[in-house]
């Protein structure tokens, strides 16, 4: 260990100053990873390589001493001839990497970067009695944005091995361990499986032209061999991926390989989604389509180049993601990338990527066919050469990019992934389920609590056993509540005798939602253009100006109007009135109308998706405490709305500010389940009414809205709220939510009008028929011009 204190800072500054002086080399020593400070210029029984020269940048323990052996005993004026970069790679006599890229400049260390972080570490361990050495610094080091910050500067090379270790929680994970890694070696070396076959076929393929890892013979090798089948052995059901053996090696030149084994079990773990790795690939998959939705998000001039020329990004990006980049950037900005991808996540892949699809978008669309359009995104990561600018272009395009928002888009691609997987098999369900267990985040000690059956009351042997027939009847009751509501439509209503009732498994039916929901959205409401200004008097009116465009919701008596503008709902008087309907009504679907509508929606359509909400629903622990679907839809909805917030809020504040047409604001899924919650609390809580009558006056407001499927997607989503409330094996934490939510969107077809407190007591309505003639006052007013 090595100390941190000041009198080091001194040293590290003197030391440099003194190698300037008396090198000729005209770039700052490279210190060893392995330490604060410089080592000597030699070791012991071998040689070390000169600072910024060949080799210098790797672990001590990798320096290739037959190697340098014939550097150092060389007549100096042949020693063109052997060329390698600090990193070990080897170079063209011409100084040409690959014969691609001319030698860039040696790796440099920052004495003033490298300063800033031992000031960090010893603020936030100024409760430390004497010298401060790496044993003493948590394993741990708490996040902020001091750190952040720094890491985004970039770590100091000789720092990286032991701030990675801490950064990414490998080192938490070494010492806390119930099995040592010498354990985990001997077990995986006589363990001649299928992947230890495929490893030995690979070990020479993973870098050949880093000089640690070019033959059988080189120093590399066998730590490559150890820790690729140690990893196959702790994870029998991942066993060996190829994208691993690229991430392990270059780890490899710069940590030691038992620290190597405990950093990839903290991706494996932790910073990557499960099952990247897995012979199914279904993590990566599942981020390449995440990627794309970002794509359209974040860069849509690219999103229309890709669409017209018809590219699958997924073939090329893929390979990024599952080697983390290793294999596609230089290693210089591969260091500064890994440095944020230990410390914040994956969330960095995706950021990475957009920036470097930034950097490149008026060469990508001014290009002037599909194949230059291919070639240039292959060949875009080596074509950057500047770390910095690609972190940088990267948080100023997608910085703002939650890790939150990311897993509630993995999960629902996710799922629609494994639903299209299971519809090639005839048993949906068993399918379904048996793909979940291969997609689950994978432990190298596992643990069982003695106290989960004690503080939840779960019988989860049997429940498993159980759970594919009960969810295969689930569905089935669920498709003949459907059945029959579509069948009264087709009886009272000519218009629908044509609908096909048959659910879409497709993935371009998902796609098709977000666009079928702004059209349903803008069109359902009738809107009101004010050809004057309405000051409003009392909290309980709305004011406009004249021009702007009025969401009509109701109509309290003839002279009162309740409506919406810019986020704002409230109140105005007027002795005029219009006929206030939606386009698409009927007769079928309004339950004051026809009461048969009711009985189908609140007697069968809710108590069969009730039974698929409580299916796996925790049950209350010993400490007490109410358990309802209901519980699990308020947080659920509460926590998709706070996610977004500060987007909604801007979004609403510019409306209101500028005054905007209300076409340019259309809610999401997201806040039009928050506000019928709401709704329904306010209206069912003084009245005292049950949290079933709750549930069902809430999916009557989600058949009125025709977006009753889109608020399943976005409650299976929340996956925190999930996981709070529903057991690992239970219907809305397995990828059969999709096909529930197929079965749902048949119901989008229909025109409802359901009242949403019709289980109430009574209470005073007006809702006057409308006089004859009254359309016709308005062209007398003058006060509305009506958008019929």
């Known amino acids: 260990m090595f100390p941190l204190l000041s009198f080091y800072f001194l040293s590290l500054t003197l030391f440099d100053s003194l190698h300037l002086f008396l090198l000729t080399v005209p770039h700052l020593p490279l210190l060893p990873p392995s330490s604060l400070i410089p080592s000597p210029l030699c070791v012991p029984g071998g040689y070390t390589p000169a600072p910024g020269g060949p080799f210098s940048a790797l672990t001590s323990s990798m320096w290739p001493q037959d190697i340098l052996a014939k550097y ?28 691609v890229e001319p030698r860039p400049e040696p790796q440099r260390e920052d004495p003033q970067q490298r300063l800033r972080w031992q000031a960090h570490l010893e603020f936030t361990h100024n409760h430390t009695v004497g010298d401060l050495t790496w044993d003493l610094i948590s394993p741990v080091l708490p996040r902020s944005e001091r750190l952040r910050s720094l890491v985004l500067g970039g770590i100091p090379h000789s720092m990286r091995p032991q701030l990675w270790m801490r950064l990414s929680g490998a080192l938490q994970k070494k010492r806390t361990t119930e099995i040592s890694y010498k354990e985990i070696v001997k077990n995986s070396t006589n363990d001649e499986t299928t992947a230890a076959k495929q490893i030995e076929k690979d070990l ?13 013979q080189s120093v590399g090798v066998p730590r490559l061999r150890r820790v690729l089948r140690g990893l196959a052995w702790l994870y029998p059901d991942i066993g060996y991926c190829q994208g691993t053996g690229m991430v392990v090696s270059c780890l490899l030149l710069f940590l030691e390989e038992e620290d190597v084994l405990w950093m990839m079990c903290a991706l494996i773990e932790d910073l990557l989604p499960p099952s990247y790795f897995s012979s199914t690939l279904l993590g990566v998959q599942t ?29 090329i990006t893929l390979h990024w993601f599952l080697t983390s980049f290793a294999s596609v950037v230089d290693i210089r900005i591969l260091l500064r990338i890994w440095d944020l991808l230990f410390y914040q996540g994956s969330v960095v892949l995706f950021q990475v990527t957009l920036g470097m699809l930034k950097i490149k978008e008026e060469e990508l669309v001014s290009s002037e066919n599909s194949a230059s359009i291919f070639n240039t995104l292959s060949d875009l990561p080596s074509q950057l050469g500047d770390g910095a600018a690609v972190l940088g272009e990267a948080m100023r395009l997608a910085g703002a990019l939650s890790q939150d928002t990311l897993e509630t888009q993995r999960n629902k691609h996710l799922a629609y992934i494994l639903n299209e997987q299971a519809q090639l098999n005839t048993n949906n369900s068993h399918t379904l389920n048996n793909n979940l267990n291969k997609v689950v985040r994978r432990q190298s000690v596992r643990r069982k609590s003695t106290l989960s059956s004690l503080l939840w009351g779960e019988d989860e042997a049997e429940a498993l056993k159980s759970k594919n027939i009960k969810q295969t009847e689930l569905v089935a009751a669920l498709r003949e509540a459907i059945t029959r509501t579509a069948e009264h439509f087709h009886c009272l209503d000519p218009r629908h005798t044509s609908t096909d009732l048959t659910p879409d498994y497709s993935m371009e039916s998902h796609q098709r939602d977000h666009e079928n929901f702004l059209v349903v959205s803008r069109n359902r409401r009738r809107r009101a253009k004010a050809l004057l200004d309405f000051e409003r008097h009392d909290d309980d009116e709305l004011g406009f100006r004249k021009n702007d465009i009025i969401t009509i919701f109701s109509q309290k008596d003839e002279h009162c109007w ?58 209350p622990s010993i400490l007490g405490g109410p358990c309802h679907p209901w519980l699990f839809i308020e947080e659920a909805a509460s926590r998709e709305v706070e996610r977004d917030f500060n987007s909604v809020y801007s979004r609403l504040v510019l409306c209101k500010t500028y005054r905007l047409d209300e076409d340019g604001k259309v809610l999401t899924p997201e806040e039009l389940l928050y506000r019928a919650v709401q709704s ?30 889109l608020w399943l997607e976005v409650l299976c989503s929340s996956m925190p709220a999930v996981e709070k ?45 409308l006089k004859e003639g009254v359309a016709d006052m308005l062209v007398d007013h003058y006060l509305f011009s009506w958008d019929l």
């Open 72 to 99: 150092y005993q060389k007549d100096p004026t042949e020693e063109a001839e052997l060329q390698y970069d600090e990193f070990g790679f080897r170079l063209d006599s011409d100084g040409k990497n690959n014969g």
């Open 204 to 216: 020479l393929r993973t870098m050949p032209s880093n000089a640690c890892f070019c033959s059988l």
């Open 287 to 315: 981020d390449q389509r995440v990627l794309r939705q970002l794509i359209v998000q974040y860069l849509p001039s690219l999103d229309r180049l890709l669409q017209e020329h018809d590219i699958e990004l997924s073939l």
């Open 562 to 619: 309740v409506g919406e503008l810019n986020g704002l709902r409230g109140e105005w008087k007027h002795p005029i009135s219009i006929p206030i309907s939606p386009p698409h009504y009927s007769l079928a679907g309004d339950d004051s109308v026809t009461e048969a509508v009711t009985d189908l929606v609140r007697g069968t359509l809710c108590p069969a998706l009730k039974a698929i909400f409580q299916h796996g629903l925790k049950k």
């Open 680 to 709: 329904v609390n306010m209206s069912h809580d003084s009245a005292h009414a049950q949290m079933d009558v709750k549930f069902r006056s809430l999916l009557c407001v989600g058949l009125n809205e025709q977006v009753l499927h």
């Open 725 to 769: 409330w529903y057991q690992p094996w239970s219907f809305l934490r397995s990828p059969g939510w999709v096909q529930i939510k197929c079965e749902l969107r048949v119901l989008s077809k229909f025109a409802f009008s359901l009242s949403q407190d019709c289980e109430l007591p009574a209470k005073k309505e007006n809702s006057a028929i």
